[in-house]
């Protein structure tokens, strides 16, 4: 039972970073579309620009936090283990 709990927890963890990673990219896409429809503008560069670099701080963010997260976990856990 908790063998399965865990299979599906460690399935749902996949899923949401594989989704957050689409979305990210889509953003990022945009962005680049949005300059590529009219590069001499400097209003769809500026806007194409903070699309763009709105999703790659979102996505850079998530994974620094989730690393973080998980380093305090592990270091919390072999701190319990030393006790």
Known sequence: MEKESLKLASRDS???IITGFIIAIAGIL???YIVYLNPSSAAH???????????LIGLVRT???GSKNQNKKQTNS???EQE
């Open 30 to 32: 945009g962005g680049i």
């Open 63 to 65: 994974f620094v936090i």
């Open 45 to 55: 560069a500026f806007a194409g620009g903070i699309v763009s670099g709105s999703s």
């Open 14 to 16: 996949f899923l949401g």
């Open 78 to 80: 072999d701190h319990n």
